[in-house]
């Protein structure tokens, strides 16, 4: 049982992080970090190597069958990648916020393995109540977080964050429910080559209650409203989390899931295509209205979520390839730019981006580290480029010679442009506000490190294996044929 023992091993850990957070933040971290390496180990293995890796006959009702193949690999591998950078990052955080608190850390690293191990579990769980039982690991687990180290009115953002999240997974798992009446325990993006496999037939109301439980769980256009709120007054490294890695949950539910029991000659895959690009578009502009830099991540992750969902609603395996490369991009690029939020909450101790400007003189390392966080969601010279490049031959295929089509796409790719290249602008250069300089601490170690990832996963042979064994995972399971 290695992919179960990868899940299990950050929560069993999390209670050596507890102990040890009494005295030190900073080992604690190192626990936490340490904890997910078997779980980044082995989704590498399977996303690089292409390697399928299954546990469990998927016979009957079992509720410990497991698979981890390149695609919803992606998905693990971020989480696992992504939660050791953040882990790393947060000791010198969380000391300066739990002075502010008046309460230690230790609750904080006691709930971080749960949170990250729920999320793996929720993408290489196959038994369809499962998923629904790693989620609310993670939800309930995020919660403590939010409770316990947020900003504001903590306890009224953690009930919105409560109720919208818990109505989402409510509604999948009616959804889960339904399908199970008709027989189907898995996953169905999971059975693809398994013998016997018995996939779910046309299902107009699962489908619907499975996509909408996914999309508040993506904070789409409409469905998006808790998102900028819980974002932004959350710990920041819980924040580096939620809005990466956590709302793709939404997307992948909606890919392995719904759109196999959508209901055949549907139009709705159609206008899920013009929901996605809405939700770009109206995420992007609403990111460049912001001035509290932590909303404008919020509501640029709005927009990442309208990418993520148009590669699933386009529909074929470039869609699919796509969406799962974009997961991996913005939880990279995002984790930079909330750790970097993060680190000006604590040595400038504003979140303004109006009181800001000239930054790049004050930590020229973090300055960069933020702009390749930037180029990730603007898809420009770093693994974004490869997610976007891929969805933009999706979205060719999907449209053909319908070239009226193409402006609402180049209007995403503009706006995403626009509040990242304004938002660099009014942060890190123009008149100099401050004549110190920001310390090198280990926070601004898991930034840059963060970012030459990023970089590091653009180049071959990584891209090239990610896109390959990605699309030859999703080309056989022949989903839109």
Same mark, same amino acid.
């Given at each position: 049982?290695?992919?179960?023992?990868?899940?299990?091993?950050?929560?069993?850990?999390?209670?050596?992080?507890?102990?040890?957070?009494?005295?030190?933040?900073?080992?604690?971290?190192?626990?936490?970090?340490?904890?997910?390496?078997?779980?980044?180990?082995?989704?590498?293995?399977?996303?690089?190597?292409?390697?399928?890796?299954?546990?469990?006959?998927?016979?009957?009702?079992?509720?410990?069958?497991?698979?981890?193949?390149?695609?919803?690999?992606?998905?693990?591998?971020?989480?696992?990648?992504?939660?050791?950078?953040?882990?790393?990052?947060?000791?010198?955080?969380?000391?300066?916020?739990?002075?502010?608190?008046?309460?230690?850390?230790?609750?904080?690293?006691?709930?971080?393995?749960?949170?990250?191990?729920?999320?793996?579990?929720?993408?290489?769980?196959?038994?369809?109540?499962?998923?629904?039982?790693?989620?609310?690991?993670?939800?309930?687990?995020?919660?403590?977080?939010?409770?316990?180290?947020?900003?504001?009115?903590?306890?009224?953002?953690?009930?919105?964050?409560?109720?919208?999240?818990?109505?989402?997974?409510?509604?999948?798992?009616?959804?889960?429910?339904?399908?199970?009446?008709?027989?189907?325990?898995?996953?169905?993006? *999971? !059975?693809? $080559? /398994?013998?016997?496999?018995?996939?779910? #037939?046309?299902? =107009?109301? %699962?489908?619907?209650?499975?996509?909408? @439980?996914?999309?508040?769980?993506?904070?789409?256009?409409?469905?998006?409203?808790?998102?900028?709120?819980?974002?932004?007054?959350?710990?920041?490294?819980?924040?580096?989390?939620?809005?990466?890695?956590?709302?793709?949950?939404?997307?992948?539910?909606?890919?392995?899931?719904?759109?196999?029991?959508?209901?055949?000659?549907?139009?709705?895959?159609?206008?899920?295509?013009?929901?996605?690009?809405?939700?770009?578009?109206?995420?992007?502009?609403?990111?460049?209205?912001?001035?509290?830099?932590?909303?404008?991540?919020?509501?640029?992750?709005?927009?990442?979520?309208?990418? *993520? !969902?148009? $590669? /699933?609603?386009?529909?074929?395996?470039? #869609?699919?390839? =796509?969406? %799962?490369?974009?997961?991996?991009?913005? @939880?990279?690029?995002?984790?930079?730019?909330?750790?970097?939020?993060?680190?000006?909450?604590?040595?400038?101790?504003?979140?303004?981006?109006?009181?800001?400007?000239?930054?790049?003189?004050?930590?020229?390392?973090?300055?960069?580290?933020?702009?390749?966080?930037?180029?990730?969601?603007?898809?420009?010279?770093?693994?974004?480029?490869?997610?976007?490049?891929?969805?933009?031959?999706?979205?060719?295929?999907?449209?053909?010679?319908?070239?009226?089509?193409?402006?609402?796409?180049?209007?995403?790719?503009?706006?995403?442009?626009?509040?990242?290249?304004?938002?660099?602008?009014?942060?890190?250069?123009?008149?100099?506000?401050?004549?110190?300089?920001?310390?090198?601490?280990?926070?601004?170690?898991?930034?840059?490190?963060?970012?030459?990832?990023?970089?590091?996963?653009?180049?071959?042979?990584?891209?090239?294996?990610?896109?390959?064994?990605?699309?030859?995972?999703?080309?056989?399971?022949?989903?839109?044929?």
């Amino acid at each position: 049982m290695i992919i179960l023992a990868t899940v299990l091993i950050p929560m069993a850990l999390s209670l050596a992080a507890y102990a040890a957070a009494k005295k030190s933040p900073y080992t604690a971290g190192y626990i936490s970090a340490l904890a997910l390496i078997p779980l980044l180990v082995v989704s590498a293995y399977s996303v690089f190597g292409g390697v399928d890796i299954t546990e469990a006959a998927f016979q009957g009702f079992d509720i410990l069958a497991f698979r981890i193949t390149p695609f919803n690999g992606l998905f693990a591998f971020t989480v696992a990648l992504v939660g050791i950078l953040v882990a790393i990052y947060s000791p010198p955080y969380m000391e300066h916020r739990s002075q502010e608190v008046g309460r230690d850390t230790s609750l904080f690293y006691l709930t971080y393995g749960f949170f990250l191990g729920g999320l793996a579990g929720a993408f290489v769980a196959a038994n369809l109540i499962m998923v629904y039982v790693f989620i609310e690991i993670a939800l309930v687990a995020s919660l403590f977080q939010v409770l316990y180290y947020g900003y504001g009115d903590r306890v009224r953002i953690t009930v919105m964050y409560l109720v919208w999240s818990h109505v989402g997974a409510f509604l999948v798992l009616a959804g889960f429910l339904l399908l199970y009446l008709d027989g189907t325990y898995y996953v169905p993006l *999971l !059975l693809e $080559g /398994v013998e016997n496999a018995k996939f779910p #037939g046309p299902n =107009a109301v %699962a489908f619907l209650l499975i996509l909408v @439980g996914s999309l508040i769980k993506m904070a789409a256009l409409g469905v998006h409203m808790w998102l900028p709120y819980v974002h932004a007054e959350a710990p920041t490294p819980l924040s580096a989390l939620l809005s990466p890695v956590l709302v793709g949950v939404g997307g992948y539910l909606i890919a392995a899931t719904a759109m196999y029991v959508l209901p055949a000659d549907s139009e709705w895959a159609r206008w899920l295509v013009y929901y996605a690009v809405a939700t770009a578009i109206y995420g992007g502009l609403m990111a460049y209205l912001q001035k509290d830099v932590k909303r404008l991540f919020a509501y640029s992750t709005v927009s990442q979520m309208g990418y *993520l !969902l148009l $590669g /699933v609603a386009l529909f074929n395996p470039h #869609g699919y390839t =796509a969406a %799962a490369l974009f997961y991996l991009s913005h @939880g990279l690029g995002k984790a930079v730019l909330f750790m970097t939020a993060g680190y000006f909450i604590m040595h400038l101790h504003t979140r303004d981006i109006e009181k800001m400007g000239g930054l790049y003189g004050w930590r020229p390392e973090l300055a960069g580290a933020a702009v390749v966080g930037f180029l990730n969601l603007a898809g420009i010279l770093s693994v974004g480029m490869v997610s976007e490049i891929v969805l933009t031959v999706a979205y060719a295929k999907y449209f053909g010679k319908e070239y009226l089509f193409y402006i609402p796409y180049a209007a995403i790719l503009l706006v995403t442009g626009i509040y990242a290249f304004n938002t660099i602008r009014v942060v890190f250069f123009g008149p100099h506000k401050r004549e110190d300089k920001g310390p090198v601490d280990l926070a601004l170690l898991a930034i840059v490190a963060a970012a030459f990832i990023s970089l590091l996963l653009f180049l071959p042979p990584f891209s090239s294996a990610l896109a390959d064994n990605v699309y030859k995972t999703i080309e056989v399971a022949k989903l839109w044929k």
